[in-house]
Nanobody, 114 residues
Framework: QVQLVESGGGLVQPGGSLRLSCAAS????????MSWYRQAPGKERELVAV???????KYADSVKGRFTISRDNVKNTVDLQMNSLKPEDTAVYYC????????WGQGTQVTVSS
């Protein structure tokens, strides 16, 4: 059974940091491109960061220099370190796996507010 389980969301003040983690199981993690997406209320889901099988990374312009995606192909996890958070980063963050099929996690809420 395929599972992507996100954790690490919560409430943080502007300028603060959070680290999201996604634990994967049920598929060959190392074969998959892993990504983080987010969806704010009333907006479409958008790509935040991508990491390939060989750990090449790409980021949305809005998070470049503030967010870092990483993966551990032994632990089958993908993390998103988020620094200098802004209110506009408030969203539900989703873990995504893509190769032969696409899998999604259930999402974790991130709220940036004073």
């Amino acid at each position: 059974q395929v599972q992507l389980v996100e954790s690490g969301g919560g409430l943080v003040q502007p300028g603060g940091s959070l680290r999201l983690s996604c634990a994967a199981s049920g598929f060959t993690f190392s074969n998959y491109v892993m990504s983080w997406y987010r969806q704010a209320p009333g907006k479409e889901r958008e790509l935040v960061a991508v990491i390939t099988r060989l750990s090449s990374t790409k980021y949305a312009d809005s998070v470049k220099g503030r967010f870092t995606i990483s993966r551990d192909n032994v632990k089958n996890t993908v993390d998103l370190q988020m620094n200098s958070l802004k209110p506009e980063d408030t969203a539900v963050y989703y873990c995504n796996a893509f190769f032969m099929q696409t899998y999604w996690g259930q999402g974790t809420q991130v709220t940036v507010s004073s």
